[in-house]
């Protein structure tokens, strides 16, 4: 078997794709997530040659604490869409998977329906790697599916913190699912998260929880008040809703298309997709030096020891991290 793709393999994988293959994209995601060297140099050649394809789609951040009911929302939202026409992929963003295994892989039972739909695609992070990797990974795949077809991409952040960041700066539209009860988790309500968000979304409307599912919403609201919007074009509301019932889904989605609206007119679409490429382009490069730190013998050898140096405090992080990239430098001038 050959071991690397050729370029007339590479030519029939592109047009697989673009033909809405979705055995083509299910390959062309395993090639991006290689880490061979021969694999990643064929990704780059396939994004790239894909790249007037994307671009299309919109883009969508979900976030929110575990039991907030992602999985059944992403299902639920996403079966929505597809009965209006739409061709609907489902990415996540969890550089924790290699411990948790990642919840959208047994979340999967959660979105029977969507997944049953050949109209749809759902497909994990990579199983390990650092947040960087696994992001940078999520945004190739996000334009593979673009490129495949699929009108609207929902990325879901599994983990936590940082993965959120990450998720807002590849998406459109980044909403924060919550749960009702909002008296109680207002005290340790994430600032950060919430800044964040374009939307803030109470799930659970639903029998019992119908009233505290709207007196947490009267809360959030009162709460986005004290802080800055992220948009001067763009108040972030909040909808309740019940993705058990589907009650609420049409409106949730709604809001997604009056804030895509707002966000064209203004030119702050075009700005931030733009903003978004060059965000990307930097922490491509950052995770393409620390992955050359950690490959290159004699740099790694230098690491451990500069790293026992830093933690001893006999060098400064700044020093260290300049008499790195030298090294890192001087390695590469040096003939093969």
């Known amino acids: 078997m050959a071991t690397r793709e050729s370029p007339l393999d590479l030519k029939t994988l592109v047009d697989n794709?673009?033909?809405?293959?979705?055995?083509?994209?299910?390959?062309?995601?395993?090639?991006?997530?290689?880490r061979r060297h021969d694999h990643q140099a064929s990704a780059r050649e396939l994004v790239q040659a894909l790249l007037p394809a994307t671009g299309h789609a919109i883009?969508?951040?979900?976030?929110?604490?575990?039991?907030?009911?992602?999985?059944?929302?992403?299902?639920?939202?996403?079966?929505?869409?597809?009965?209006?026409?739409?061709?609907?992929?489902?990415?996540?963003?969890?550089?924790?998977?290699?411990?948790?295994?990642?919840?959208?892989?047994?979340?999967?039972?959660?979105?029977?329906r969507l997944s049953a739909e050949p109209n749809a695609f759902i497909?994990?992070?990579?199983?390990?790697?650092?947040?960087?990797?696994?992001?940078?990974?999520?945004?190739?795949?996000?334009?593979?599916?673009?490129?495949?077809g699929f009108d609207v991409v929902l990325v879901e952040t599994v983990g936590i913190g940082q993965s959120e960041t990450a998720v807002c700066d590849m998406t459109d539209f980044f909403l924060a699912?919550?749960?009702?009860?909002?008296?109680?988790?207002?005290?340790?309500?994430?600032?950060?998260?919430?800044?964040?968000?374009?939307?803030?979304?109470?799930?659970?409307?639903?029998?019992?929880?119908?009233?505290?599912?709207?007196?947490?919403?009267?809360?959030?609201?009162?709460?986005l008040h004290i802080l800055a919007p992220r948009s001067a074009h763009w108040a972030p509301p909040v909808v309740t809703y019940s993705a058990l019932t589907g009650d609420g889904i049409a409106q949730l989605w709604q809001k997604v298309l009056d804030h895509r609206a707002a966000m064209t007119a203004s030119g702050e679409f075009a700005a931030r997709r733009r903003d978004q490429q060059v965000k990307w382009m930097w922490a491509i490069l950052e995770d393409w030096l620390k992955a050359k730190l950690r490959a290159e013998p004699a740099v790694?050898?230098?690491?451990?020891?500069?790293?026992?140096?830093?933690?001893?405090?006999?060098?400064?992080?700044?020093?260290?991290?300049?008499?790195?990239?030298?090294?890192?430098?001087?390695?590469?001038?040096?003939?093969?």
């Open 177 to 223: 699912l919550m749960l009702p009860g909002a008296g109680d988790e207002l005290q340790g309500i994430k600032k950060g998260l919430v800044e964040l968000a374009d939307m803030i979304a109470i799930n659970k409307a639903d029998g019992d929880n119908l009233a505290r599912a709207r007196a947490a919403a009267a809360e959030y609201h009162a709460a």
């Open 300 to 336: 790694r050898a230098k690491v451990r020891e500069t790293e026992a140096a830093v933690a001893a405090g006999r060098v400064s992080p700044a020093l260290a991290a300049d008499t790195l990239l030298d090294l890192l430098q001087s390695t590469r001038r040096s003939p093969t």
């Open 123 to 148: 497909r994990p992070s990579p199983a390990a790697g650092t947040l960087g990797g696994v992001a940078a990974r999520t945004r190739e795949a996000m334009l593979l599916c673009e490129a495949a």
């Open 59 to 112: 883009r969508v951040g979900i976030t929110g604490s575990p039991g907030v009911g992602k999985s059944t929302t992403i299902d639920a939202l996403g079966m929505e869409l597809i009965g209006r026409g739409h061709r609907v992929a489902v990415l996540a963003v969890d550089p924790s998977s290699a411990r948790t295994g990642g919840s959208i892989l047994g979340d999967k039972t959660r979105m029977a």
């Open 17 to 34: 794709i673009r033909g809405g293959h979705r055995a083509a994209l299910a390959r062309a995601i395993t090639l991006i997530e290689s």
